[in-house]
């Protein structure tokens, strides 16, 4: 099993660009979570998915963020406009509902300048 | 919603001794969960304890449960260079919540 990819692995980008991350769950799992990881808030969920429909949207910080399923087997996580304090490590996970065991991507590193 | 807090924030200790991680909520859980995340790498999990069990064992790992202390402890024993990270507890109720994590560092 190729685990959950993630792409790009890392994006630098200048502020007040598009930003698009991308995440392929493993085959068979139901659930997908976005997560935001930075020294000073720690591991943030974004927001999460079952059976490709938004669950809980609570954790996306504001409007410039939004994410979509559009099927199983992809997920993406947008940002528009891009804002220096965006930089941090999103994480992708997926899992099914039980066990409930995450599985992280390894992760899109993005500097925005 | 809750947030497990792990205890201490970081921890160095030489190899071959134990290390042992805290971490404590606040409401009823369904589980707890133990991930290890390596530098630059994603969370990888370690082990799940559910809420009726009190202590489980994978390898050199020992998971403990007090759901009257609403705590949990990881221990890792005979530690190695390999053990060192950040480890993460997980509260389980109607959704997934990680702590800040633990920095283990497993000095020469």
């Known amino acids: 099993d190729a685990g959950v990819i993630q792409s790009p692995r890392h994006e630098v980008t200048e502020m007040g660009q598009e930003v698009t991350l991308r995440c392929k769950p493993i085959?068979?799992?139901?659930?997908l979570f976005w997560y935001r990881q930075t020294m000073m808030r720690g591991l943030e969920l974004l927001i999460y998915f079952n059976n490709n429909v938004p669950i809980d949207d609570s954790g996306m910080p504001e409007d410039r963020f939004s994410a979509k399923m559009p099927n199983a087997s992809f997920s993406t996580l947008k940002i528009q406009p891009s804002e220096p304090r965006d930089s941090a490590v999103y994480f992708c996970a997926s899992s099914l509902s039980r066990p409930d065991t995450q599985y992280f991507g390894p992760g899109t590193r993005l500097t925005v300048l | 919603s809750q947030q497990g807090e792990e205890d201490p924030q970081a921890l160095s200790i030489q190899e071959g001794e134990n290390a042992t991680m805290n971490c404590s909520y606040k409401?009823?859980?369904?589980?707890l969960q133990w991930y290890r995340q390596n530098s630059g790498r994603g969370l990888v999990h370690l082990i799940l304890i559910r809420s009726n069990e009190r202590e489980k064992h994978s390898g050199r790992l020992r998971v403990t449960l007090d759901t009257s202390k609403k705590s949990s402890s990881l221990l890792i024993t005979a530690s190695r260079a390999a053990d060192t990270a950040s480890y993460f507890c997980?509260?389980?109720?109607?959704?997934?919540?990680f702590g800040k994590g633990t920095r283990l560092h497993i000095l020469p």
């Open positions: 409401t009823s859980i369904n589980n």
């Open positions: 085959s068979g799992h139901n659930s």
């Open positions: 997980a509260i389980r109720d109607d959704k997934i919540i």
